[in-house]
Nanobody, 120 residues
Framework: QVQLVESGGGLVQAGGSLRLSCAASGRTFSSYTMGWFRQVPGKEREFVATIGRSGGRTYYGNSVKGRFTISRDNAKSTVYLQMNSLKPEDTAVYYC?????????????WGQGTQVTVSS
């Protein structure tokens, strides 16, 4: 089991930047592929980004490619989401998640979420 806590959300103007952090419990953080997701009320949860255990492999959702960067620091058991050139459409609750080590592609552990609001 791993516990996740997101932070860094807030209000930002369009075109601005924000960095989200997700702190994980335990010293086995490096065993997990990590992901970021976001959700707007009334809409389905959307995939944002994922990063492999060593940090060498990353993948992004189409809507954030070229603007967002996912990274991790295994020594600090933390994954980050650097968000640049933010748009009002990026407004959502952002969640970090840890991928299942048994069923790949399934995320077993989730944080509580952090609100990101982008104003025009």
């Amino acid at each position: 089991q791993v516990q996740l806590v997101e932070s860094g959300g807030g209000l930002v103007q369009a075109g601005g930047s924000l960095r989200l952090s997700c702190a994980a419990s335990g010293r086995t953080f490096s065993s997990y592929t990590m992901g970021w997701f976001r959700q707007v009320p009334g809409k389905e949860r959307e995939f944002v980004a994922t990063i492999g255990r060593s940090g060498g492999r990353t993948y992004y959702g189409n809507s954030v490619k070229g603007r967002f960067t996912i990274s991790r620091d295994n020594a600090k058991s933390t994954v980050y989401l650097q968000m640049n050139s933010l748009k009002p459409e990026d407004t959502a609750v952002y969640y970090c998640a840890a991928e299942s080590t048994v069923v790949r592609g399934t995320y077993d552990y989730w944080g509580q979420g952090t609100q990101v609001t982008v104003s025009s």
